[in-house]
């Protein structure tokens, strides 16, 4: 069977394959071909109906790893060389993170640095995901977000050497912001 291969969506179906999961991908993917002809809203009641189905087909560890992968596929070289040109341009770390707060501003997004416990935290109170952000927030299967962790883990570890990234909460799980912890080493 065809599933939708590109944009955005496209991700999930690549990593669904490169995981191993061909064999599931029918009950997860059967009318992804659709997709594109739904309306911003309709997308985002889709991509939670996907999770739903992707949960029950291959359990929501291995639904968490292939999002985690495409999280790391959506930051990719462009928000990379993003944060490596901010660093490069930084004189110190504090430099480094008023530069960011001042780049991701147009993000609602706020970085903070705790030097004692060599972390970030990072809140945004407006979600930024093209795949989801025009829909209402998920009422159920709200692991969703979890490919944020793969962004997050690729974005900082351009600059840092990253420990864990855990996301404490998001927008489209129903809180009024997204937050997660990064954890250097």
Not at 93 to 109: H, P, S
Not at 168 to 176: A, C, E, L, N
């Amino acid at each position: 069977m065809e599933y939708l291969e590109g944009g955005r969506f496209g991700r999930i179906t690549k990593h669904l394959r490169k995981q191993g999961y061909e064999n599931e991908m029918e009950d997860i993917l059967h009318d992804s071909k659709n997709f594109p002809k739904l309306k911003k809203p309709e997308q985002t009641k889709y991509v939670e109906t996907v999770m739903g189905r992707m949960e029950k087909s291959i359990g929501k560890d291995n639904a968490e790893r292939v999002l985690f992968e495409c999280g790391v596929q959506c930051c990719g070289k462009s928000w990379s060389s993003f944060v490596k040109r901010i660093w490069n341009q930084s004189k110190s770390m504090n430099d480094f993170f008023i530069k960011l707060n001042e780049e991701e501003e147009r993000y609602n997004t706020q970085f903070t640095y705790d030097p004692d416990r060599n972390s970030i935290a990072i809140e945004r109170s407006k979600c930024v995901c093209g795949l989801i952000n025009k829909g209402k927030p998920f009422k159920t299967h709200k692991s969703y977000c979890k490919c944020s962790i793969g962004h997050m883990s690729l974005f900082f570890n351009t600059v840092f050497n990253v420990k864990e990234v855990h996301i404490k909460q998001s927008i489209y799980s129903g809180s009024d912001t997204c937050k997660w912890h990064i954890q250097l080493k």
